[in-house]
């Protein structure tokens, strides 16, 4: 009797409706009027507007299932999927909110009734944290859920603290995690929440109790009228109802496995075996979601997010020993298990099968001579007994052959080696400045000898790139 991430997922709505939330759809993937945020990484950022009290809502009681990326910004989990059993790039976060509404208690109450009542969790399985000095959860907790304090698990700012940016609303959280039991244990002297980051302690859902305003000096005030955000991973959940180990086993992801394993004639293994089977269900969800909100393979920005997660895809595909485009056709798997909730990826499909096709032929052009070029480097490093692939070659691995660096990564860490990331960060920059200059020499032909003079004092404007975009949405 396992129950469907399609059941999950309306369980949950059904479930805060119940309780007088408002059913909201999915905000795209990428944010509306949002300059600073790359993708929509959690449930609250459609509502930011709302929790910052610049817009009103005709509700104060909201539910959600929000599609998320987290790569390439200050959410990335890019390089935690296929390693471990519960990251992906693209993931639905169920939330649900309060503008100004309810506050802790109800939260706790209804998130514990939500896992216990409806999912029927097993109580003594699950543990809670909450922040250090937070003593109205410490004692909340108890009193509504009846959890013992040695399950009560108190963290710091980084895990249980929650901020919009440095200014604006705030608060602590607390986190529902589940113990998988002695069996997932890692290696670490003290396998524990808060102590290490294995597989065993699968955190589930998040609470945040914005209950401050923070100023520019840093004091907190009480906000008048404090708000719920949360957000729980609906893979996750699907792993634990289901009964499998990871989120790759469970009904949104196997089939996409089963897709590759039937195309490729090759069997997947849970271990290290199955990693590229997992990066590319994972990456095509990503670039299924990522194509049809409107986002395309490019060199900058968004577009170069995607463009590293389809290339990443491609090169594991390789090392399956696919040759040809392959990724296009795991669409409409991706499409069939996804589409009755997301119907735009529906009418997009054909849109996403030629965006995919297209970024893979282009890419499988120069990939052979790319990887040939790489075992090179790599034979010619482990010969000389170096470990790091120098950012000169990392770069010419980008500039010629379209490897982006974390592609490039990829291969090198499998080999046991790095890559100087700062000496490719260098080249880069030269580059653009090269660039620059080469588009002022062409402006420069045109004009007058006293224009060629202003223009000369005129300092120049320094490319800070992308690393100023920034993430502010958490949960
Ligand atoms: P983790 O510590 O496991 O990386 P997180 O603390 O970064 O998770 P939150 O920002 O609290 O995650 O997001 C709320 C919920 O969304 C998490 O409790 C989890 O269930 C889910 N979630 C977060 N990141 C991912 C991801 N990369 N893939 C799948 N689910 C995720
Ligand atoms: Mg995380
Ligand atoms: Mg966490
Ligand atoms: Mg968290």
């Not at 469970?250 to 990066?279: A, N, W």
């Not at 997301?342 to 030629?354: A, F, G, L, R």
């Not at 420069?444 to 300092?459: F, M, N």
Request: with cysteine.
């Amino acid at each position: 009797n396992k129950m469907s991430s399609q059941e999950i997922r309306e369980k949950f709505l059904e479930f805060f409706e119940s309780k007088g939330h408002t059913r909201v759809p999915s905000s795209p993937l990428v944010p509306h009027g949002d300059p600073t945020l790359l993708f929509t990484n959690a449930g609250m950022v459609q509502f930011k507007d709302v929790f910052l009290g610049a817009k009103k809502l005709p509700y104060t009681r909201a539910v959600t299932a929000q599609k998320c990326v987290r790569a390439g910004g200050k959410h990335n989990d890019l390089e935690s999927v296929g390693k471990t059993a519960r990251h992906h790039t693209f993931f639905e976060m169920l939330g649900n909110f309060s503008f100004g509404d309810y506050f802790k208690r109800e939260a706790i109450a209804y998130a514990w009734e939500f896992l216990t009542e409806v999912l029927g969790l097993p109580k003594d399985k699950l543990w809670v944290t909450i922040y250090l000095d937070d003593e109205e959860a410490f004692q909340l907790w108890q009193e509504v859920t009846g959890i013992p304090a040695h399950r009560i698990v108190r963290l710091g700012e980084k895990d249980n603290f929650w901020s919009m940016g440095d200014t604006g609303p705030c608060g602590p959280c607390s986190e529902i995690f589940i113990d998988r039991g002695e069996e997932e244990r890692c290696d670490a002297p003290e396998c524990g929440i808060g102590k290490c980051d294995c597989d065993r302690w699968r955190e589930l859902w998040n609470l945040v109790f914005m209950q401050f305003n923070r100023d520019e000096k840093g004091n907190l005030t009480p906000l008048p009228k404090p708000s719920i955000d949360t957000g729980m991973g609906l893979e996750r959940m699907a792993t634990v109802m289901q009964g499998v180990y990871s989120n790759y086993d469970t009904d949104l992801l196997r089939p996409i496995i089963s897709s590759v394993e039937e195309k490729t004639g090759q069997r997947y293994f849970g271990d290290e075996r199955g990693f590229p089977f997992r990066v590319i269900a994972d990456h095509i969800r990503a670039c299924t979601f990522l194509i049809s909100d409107g986002v395309l393979p490019s060199n900058e920005g968004r577009g170069y997010v995607l463009r590293r997660i389809l290339r990443r895809a491609v090169r594991f595909c390789k090392v399956l020993g696919l040759e040809r485009p392959f990724l296009y056709e795991l669409v409409p798997t991706v499409v069939s298990l996804m589409g009755d909730a997301y119907p735009e990826i529906v009418n997009m499909q054909e849109y996403v099968q030629k965006a995919i096709k297209a970024e893979e032929e282009k890419f499988l052009e120069t990939l052979n001579e790319g990887i040939k070029l790489v075992y090179g480097i790599i034979n010619d490093l482990k010969n000389k007994g170096a470990t790091i692939i120098n950012g000169e070659d990392v770069f010419r691995l980008y500039d010629t052959y379209g490897f982006p660096l974390d592609l490039t990564e990829d291969i090198a860490n499998e080999h046991g080696l790095k890559v100087d990331r700062d000496g490719f960060n260098r080249a880069m920059d030269r580059q653009r400045e090269k660039a620059k200059a080469a588009r002022l020499e062409t402006l420069r032909d045109g004009l007058s000898e006293i224009a060629k003079e202003q223009l000369d004092e005129i300092p120049p404007t320094v490319f800070t790139g992308y690393n100023n975009l920034v993430d502010t949405g958490r949960v």
